[in-house]
């Protein structure tokens, strides 16, 4: 694994304490960034963050009934039930103005307050409409490390309001599929939900997919191994490899990862201290402020009983990608700017290493844009579906 991995040899004995191995990304010294509590007013109620703290017998009820309203929707096209769940956009603490910002040249900035006739979108419900000529565009999403289908409820819910086709995959060792996550040891494994779904669809039939975070490494994966049956891929917030590359590669070289990361990642020895992390989990104390900062508190309480670990030995696997297979897609990347889980700077280096067709920016956009600006996601989800692709010879 090279140079990328030289922090986890073991250190020569000393009279102080063995330190755990942390990841190359992991910066001590590295500055802390700004999250939305230390950016709350010192005059707020202190009594307030209490009041909104749930019963955890209560939030682990929610998530429940949001797990089987879920399933309930595959299977029944309840759409408009999981609607019912929340429809909201965070307003608490907007971020800084990013007018600042150059995006790049083809890039587009979205917000949750972008009215549709300014994108040249159809009203939602005729967006995907199925006039008995076209197919309803069928989209999969793929979540990211930690989450599980069960993440993208109110995306699917307004997919289905559009009139798309919509399914959700949880990796192996996330959300609904349970294994010991120690036994994940390659990529092919982790993604192995995802290229089974895949190949089971049939011979003439093409998705979109649509990643985060990590779940853009599996969906790299996937694209590689199965070409004919994606006509375009979304990076939403992910890792967006180059060939020949690692998550561990991507984010080791970058400065830009805060002393936030440190704290919020604790990593799982499975094999003893002085071996690799054969897990990662998120510190629940920090996600609000370091995956959601600007999404809606209910959503915060039911990521904090459904998070689970994610396995550490794809994130150290090189991709093996082709210019025939993986490269014959159309891909898409969606920028967050208020992310510190994918700091802006790490995401416009993986977009000038490898750039795709087309980037988008969701203004105001924490790493989980499907809590906090479903809305505005659903927009370029859309318009993305509705773009005439050329791929491999013929427009689709």
Same mark, same amino acid.
């Given at each position: 694994?090279?140079?990328?991995? *030289? /922090?986890?040899?073991?250190?020569?004995?000393?009279?102080?304490?063995?330190?755990?191995?942390?990841?190359?990304?992991?910066?001590?010294?590295?500055?802390?960034?700004?999250?939305?509590?230390?950016?709350?007013?010192?005059?707020? @109620?202190?009594?307030?963050?209490?009041?909104?703290?749930? #019963?955890?017998?209560?939030?682990?009820?929610?998530?429940?009934?949001?797990?089987?309203?879920?399933?309930?929707?595959?299977? &029944? &096209?309840?759409?408009?039930?999981?609607?019912?769940?929340?429809?909201?956009?965070s307003t608490k603490n907007p971020p800084p103005s990013s007018s600042s910002k150059k995006l790049p040249r083809r890039s587009r900035s979205v917000s949750s307050s972008t009215p549709l006739s300014s994108m040249h979108l159809p009203n939602l419900q005729d967006a995907a409409r199925n006039d008995g000529k076209e197919k309803k565009q069928h989209f999969v999403l793929v979540h990211g490390g930690g989450f599980g289908a069960w993440c993208w409820y109110k995306i699917i819910a307004l997919l289905k309001e559009a009139n798309c086709e919509v399914d959700a995959i949880d990796l192996t060792g996330s959300g609904a599929n349970f294994c010991d996550i120690t036994s994940i040891k390659t990529i092919a494994q982790y993604a192995k939900p995802l290229i089974d779904f895949l190949a089971n669809l049939a011979d003439d039939k093409e998705v979109i997919l649509v990643g985060h975070d990590v779940g853009g490494v599996c969906m790299s994966y996937a694209m590689e191994m199965n070409p004919s049956k994606v006509s375009r891929a979304v990076f939403v917030a992910a890792t967006m490899l180059s060939n020949g590359h690692s998550a561990l590669d991507v984010f080791s070289k970058q400065a830009s990862l805060t002393e936030l990361n440190q704290c919020a990642q604790k990593f799982i020895y499975g094999n003893g201290k002085k071996q690799l992390p054969t897990a990662m989990e998120y510190d629940k104390s920090l996600l609000e402020d370091f995956?959601?900062?600007?999404?809606?508190?209910?959503?915060?309480?039911?990521?904090? $009983?459904?998070?689970? =670990?994610?396995?550490?030995?794809? $994130?150290?696997?090189?991709? /093996?990608?082709?210019?025939?297979?993986?490269?014959?897609i159309p891909r898409f990347y969606v920028k967050?700017?208020?992310?510190? =889980?994918?700091?802006?700077?790490?995401?416009? *280096?993986?977009?000038?290493? #490898?750039?795709?067709?087309? $980037?988008?920016?969701?203004?105001?956009? #924490?790493?989980? @844009?499907?809590?906090?600006? @479903?809305?505005?996601?659903?927009?370029?989800?859309?318009?993305?579906?509705?773009t005439p692709q050329v791929k491999q010879g013929k427009e689709t």
């Open positions: 694994m090279g140079n990328s991995l *030289a /922090c986890f040899s073991p250190s020569t004995v000393s009279k102080s304490p063995p330190k755990e191995l942390h990841p190359p990304w992991i910066s001590p010294s590295a500055p802390h960034t700004r999250s939305r509590k230390s950016a709350t007013s010192s005059s707020s @109620p202190p009594t307030m963050k209490a009041s909104n703290v749930l #019963d955890e017998s209560y939030i682990k009820q929610q998530a429940q009934i949001a797990s089987m309203l879920y399933h309930h929707h595959l299977q &029944n &096209n309840g759409g408009d039930l999981l609607l019912q769940l929340d429809r909201s956009v995956l959601f900062n600007q999404t809606p508190s209910k959503d915060v309480a039911l990521a904090s $009983v459904s998070m689970r =670990a994610v396995p550490f030995a794809p $994130v150290t696997e090189k991709l /093996c990608l082709s210019a025939e297979k993986y490269g014959s967050t700017d208020y992310d510190f =889980a994918i700091p802006e700077p790490l995401q416009e *280096a993986m977009i000038q290493s #490898d750039p795709p067709k087309q $980037v988008f920016q969701l203004k105001g956009a #924490d790493h989980s @844009p499907f809590f906090s600006k @479903p809305q505005a996601l659903l927009r370029l989800l859309l318009e993305i579906s509705n």
